[in-house]
């Protein structure tokens, strides 16, 4: 069966040497290789300041403390996402307000976070869903026009573009996933990208206890809550090898989409997202709206091709569903919505397959 999603890890050739130089260097922990892959993902990013995590669900917690959300306080989410997401906001012991999507991309609406907003509203979440960068533009004037931060969650959207610069430019925060089936893994771990200093230096004390690596621990004094977050040397030295090759292998995912977009354009019980201009998406899966949508996972798990919907919708999780809405949008969109493999095991064979399949019809 062709997976939908699949861990890709860099030859052993290449690996093995330096893992086994940082396993045996007498330094696992916290250290040069960590600041390097800091580094190293700013320029890939281009722009901002990198806190490298332990996880993307560290990233989305550090980014709603740094965007000063507290307890009782609202932030505005989209139900169409992974649940860390959603439960991140429920860390800091904010509610979740649902804003209903865009029918045509599946991606939070503009238009519904504006009639969400509210005196408690403290911070915005918008994800990238699949790969699809959201209406960055759009959001960016909101976000101004009522001066609530917006934090975007890429952890499916590394690589994607708005106006030719990588997501990690566009808000104050960006938050990144480098767990196993995502485009970039460091076995498991993540990113905060901020784009300004001083909360970049706040976020770093926040990942690490609540102390200030500069200072040595006897001069240090704890004066907020902060946690154990950091990544460690073995898991940044995965991800410098990672980033060797990663234009490359995030432009096979952005040639597969863009093969499916084209030849599945105009294919009859099929509707192709429609991208928001001026954005580039990185297709981490490739996504499509089809009527009859569970005879045609059938059709092509019959074909030996893996077709799913992948995430549940998170305002079905009752801890999660603090303000019940009505999300008519979501529920036209998630009845029809399929996701089909485009990464980088995907070969011009099985994108050819899957094309003469769905113009077969099901
Ligand atoms: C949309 C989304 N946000 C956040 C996360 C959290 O990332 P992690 O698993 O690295 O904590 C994930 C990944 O599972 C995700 O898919």
């Known amino acids: 069966m062709l997976p939908l999603v699949k861990t890709s890890i860099p030859c052993r050739d290449i690996?093995?040497?330096?893992?086994?130089?940082?396993?045996?260097?007498?330094?696992?922990?916290?250290?040069?290789?960590?600041?390097?892959?800091?580094?190293k993902f700013e320029e890939y990013i281009g722009g901002g300041?990198?806190?490298?995590?332990?996880?993307?669900?560290?990233?989305?917690?550090?980014?709603?403390?740094?965007?000063?959300?507290?307890?009782?306080?609202?932030?505005?989410?989209?139900?169409?996402?992974?649940?860390?997401?959603?439960?991140?906001?429920?860390?800091?012991?904010?509610?979740?307000?649902?804003?209903d999507v865009d029918y045509d991309t599946g991606n939070i609406s503009v238009a519904s976070i504006e009639k969400s907003i509210n005196q408690k509203t403290k911070a915005i979440i918008v994800v990238d869903y699949a790969g699809i960068?959201?209406?960055?533009?759009?959001?960016?004037?909101?976000?101004?026009?009522?001066?609530?931060?917006?934090?975007?969650?890429?952890a499916h959207a590394l690589g994607a573009k708005f106006n030719g610069k990588k997501t990690?430019?566009?808000?104050?925060?960006?938050?990144?996933?480098?767990?196993?089936?995502?485009?970039?893994?460091?076995?498991?771990?993540?990113?905060?990208?901020?784009?300004?200093?001083?909360?970049?230096e706040r976020g770093k004390i926040i990942r690490w206890f609540g102390l200030d690596k500069k200072l040595t621990r006897l001069d240090?004094?704890?004066?907020?809550?902060?946690?154990?977050?950091?990544?460690?040397?073995?898991?940044?030295?995965?991800?410098?090898?990672?980033?060797?090759?990663?234009?490359?292998?995030?432009?096979?995912?952005?040639?597969?989409?863009?093969?499916?977009?084209?030849?599945?354009?105009?294919?009859?019980?099929?509707?192709?997202?429609?991208?928001y201009?001026?954005?580039e998406p990185s297709y981490w899966l490739y996504t499509l709206k089809v009527d009859n949508r569970d005879e045609f996972i059938k059709m092509m798990?019959?074909?030996?091709?893996?077709a799913s919907e992948l995430h549940k919708r998170n305002d079905l999780h009752d801890f999660l569903n603090d303000f019940p809405a009505e999300l008519p949008n979501l529920d036209l969109f998630y009845s029809k919505m399929v996701h089909l493999p485009c990464g980088w095991w995907v070969t011009k064979e099985d994108l050819d397959?899957?094309?003469?399949?769905?113009?077969?019809?099901?």
């Open 49 to 99: 300041h990198c806190l490298s995590l332990n996880s993307g669900t560290a990233a989305l917690h550090i980014a709603l403390i740094l965007a000063g959300v507290k307890e009782g306080d609202e932030v505005i989410s989209t139900a169409l996402t992974a649940e860390p997401t959603n439960v991140a906001i429920k860390m800091v012991g904010a509610k979740i307000r649902w804003a």
């Open 133 to 154: 960068p959201v209406d960055v533009k759009t959001i960016q004037e909101l976000s101004n026009k009522y001066k609530i931060p917006v934090i975007e969650d890429a």
């Open 301 to 306: 798990s019959g074909n030996g091709i893996m």
């Open 353 to 362: 397959k899957m094309i003469y399949l769905i113009k077969q019809g099901w």
């Open 277 to 279: 201009e001026g954005t």
């Open 168 to 200: 990690g430019n566009h808000f104050p925060f960006t938050v990144y996933s480098f767990q196993a089936i995502k485009h970039l893994t460091t076995i498991d771990g993540g990113a905060l990208q901020i784009l300004d200093s001083e909360l970049y």
């Open 220 to 275: 240090n004094n704890i004066t907020f809550q902060g946690y154990k977050y950091h990544m460690n040397n073995v898991n940044a030295t995965v991800g410098l090898i990672q980033l060797q090759n990663i234009e490359n292998l995030v432009q096979k995912y952005i040639d597969n989409g863009r093969y499916l977009d084209e030849n599945l354009k105009d294919v009859k019980g099929v509707e192709l997202i429609k991208y």
């Open 15 to 39: 690996l093995m040497p330096k893992l086994e130089e940082v396993l045996y260097s007498g330094y696992v922990a916290q250290g040069e290789a960590v600041e390097e892959f800091e580094r």
